[in-house]
């Protein structure tokens, strides 16, 4: 009872109705005072039905929970999966940013389409920012907004609707300049193991098809394979192209998994990576140095994408103007010991 007294007490700001407080809310949604500071803050015991209703009249009158009502100094970084190989990249850029503005960092989990319950247990801990890796579903963002968490999406799979921050990377021109990398080689019978339809893996196969209709080159059908972005499905891929009795000369994964995969296949095919078979990847995670040949891959800069990123939701919490609300960041080609001149 406490918090619903501090929080009717304080008039809204927004929607230019001075008299809007929780108690108008609460009237107008025909629920208690207590139910809606429940929703405010991210607390159990309310409906589906009756905090959908709450939450959006606290959005049409912009409504704000009063200053007193502080957010802990952690950012809460959120994976749908932890599997991937560049979390710890995303990790550095994030904690880089927090421990220079001395707050914590949070890593949870959730599933990749909506997780309610993973939700309310963030707007119950009202972090000072939320960045969230991939996707944040519109029921997710409403949530964070009716409790005032500013949050950014990291890389996002879909498109984002008008008003929604995010970080992303320059995903067109990396896959362009892989593909005119291996073009200017000499490379005519390019094939590409492109990753399902997220906005990302789209854009890098877009690059890609552009690259090939500039120099004249025809875009195959049959040379685009579309697959998950893991080590099984590069290979898998890369497995049945290289039976053809026309296989190509050289394969752009949508990642660097996927073209572990494709190192593997060529191994079991008897072929040598670049002398018979180029092979490009994307990300760039460490692992890529290592392996034998080094791979030729895009810089997807992770690190400084998640910094930017963290910045971007800490403006956003302290009120302050942001000069735009979606930023891509430059990807460019690193050139290893993966790719080569086709023989004839």
Not at 13 to 32: D, H, M, N, Q
Not at 108 to 128: I, V
Not at 151 to 167: E, K, N, T, W
Not at 212 to 219: F, M, T, Y
Request: glycine letters at 8%; a negative charge.
């Amino acid at each position: 009872m406490e918090d619903a007294a501090k929080d009717s007490e304080q008039p809204a700001s927004g929607g230019g109705l001075p008299s809007v407080t929780i108690a108008y809310i609460a009237e107008s949604a025909g629920v208690s005072v207590p139910t809606v500071s429940k929703v405010l803050n991210g607390r159990s015991g309310v409906s589906d039905e009756t905090r959908a209703r709450v939450e959006k009249l606290i959005n049409k009158y912009g409504y704000r929970k009063p200053p007193g009502s502080r957010r802990q100094k952690i950012v809460e970084l959120v994976f749908r999966e932890l599997e991937s190989m560049w979390g710890v990249e995303i990790l550095r850029g994030v904690e880089e940013v927090a421990s220079r503005n001395r707050i914590g960092v949070l890593v949870s989990k959730f599933g990749l389409h909506d997780s309610k319950a993973a939700m309310d247990e963030t707007a119950g801990r009202r972090p000072q920012c939320v960045l969230s890796v991939s996707w944040l579903s519109e029921a997710e963002r409403g949530r964070l907004a009716a409790s005032s968490i500013p949050y950014v999406v990291f890389d996002p799979i879909d498109d984002v609707s008008d008003g929604v921050p995010y970080v992303s990377a320059t995903h067109f021109r990396g896959g362009q300049s892989a593909a005119r990398h291996l073009i200017g080689l000499g490379h005519r019978r390019i094939a590409m193991i492109s990753g399902p339809d997220h906005a990302f893996c789209l854009a890098r196969m877009a690059g890609y098809r552009s690259a090939l209709e500039a120099a004249g080159l025809p875009v195959d059908p049959e040379l685009i394979v579309r697959m998950q972005l893991t080590r099984e499905d590069g290979h898998a891929a890369a497995a049945e192209l290289l039976t053809r009795p026309d296989r190509p000369t050289a394969i752009f994964t949508a990642n660097d998994l996927q073209a572990l995969g494709v190192y593997q296949a060529a191994r079991e095919a008897g072929l040598r990576i670049p002398e018979d078979l180029s092979v490009v990847g994307y990300d760039d995670v460490p692992v890529t140095a290592w392996v034998d040949p080094p791979l030729t891959t895009v810089h997807q800069p992770l690190t400084e994408m998640a910094a930017a990123a963290t910045e971007l939701a800490l403006t956003l919490g302290r009120g302050e103007k942001i000069p735009q609300l979606g930023l891509e960041i430059a990807t460019h080609l690193v050139v290893r010991e993966s790719t080569a001149p086709p023989q004839n």
